[in-house]
């Protein structure tokens, strides 16, 4: 595969989608952890034994946050390196 020829603008944008790209998916990992570890909080003080079925929700959340953030981070640079790069054959 060859590089598109791009002017310097385009260049620069690809690269600023491609940043928040990863900061998105930083930002869905911290939530997925904050999650995990507000479940794991709730469950395990006493005082707050009448919520636990909040703790039990939020650590299966957790999970299915970081899987749905991962599947974003992958579509989305699959999506800027096939308008980044052009293939041979189209030149």
Same mark, same amino acid.
């Given at each position: 595969?060859?590089?598109?020829?791009?002017?310097?603008?385009?260049? +620069?944008?690809?690269?600023?989608? !491609?940043?928040?790209?990863? !900061?998105?998916? +930083?930002?869905?990992?911290?939530? %997925?952890?904050?999650?995990? %570890?507000?479940?794991?909080?709730?469950?395990?003080?006493?005082? +707050?034994?009448?919520?636990?079925?909040?703790?039990?929700?939020?650590?299966?959340?957790?999970?299915?946050?970081?899987?749905?953030?991962?599947? !974003?981070?992958?579509?989305? !640079?699959?999506?800027?390196?096939?308008?980044?790069?052009? %293939?041979?054959?189209?030149?």
């Amino acid at each position: 595969m060859k590089k598109a020829n791009l002017n310097k603008t385009d260049v +620069l944008a690809i690269e600023r989608t !491609r940043l928040a790209n990863e !900061r998105t998916f +930083l930002a869905y990992f911290r939530s %997925s952890i904050v999650f995990l %570890s507000s479940g794991f909080a709730i469950i395990k003080i006493n005082a +707050l034994k009448e919520i636990t079925d909040i703790g039990y929700f939020l650590l299966v959340i957790a999970p299915l946050l970081f899987l749905i953030g991962l599947i !974003r981070f992958f579509y989305v !640079r699959k999506k800027v390196r096939k308008y980044f790069y052009v %293939s041979e054959e189209g030149e």
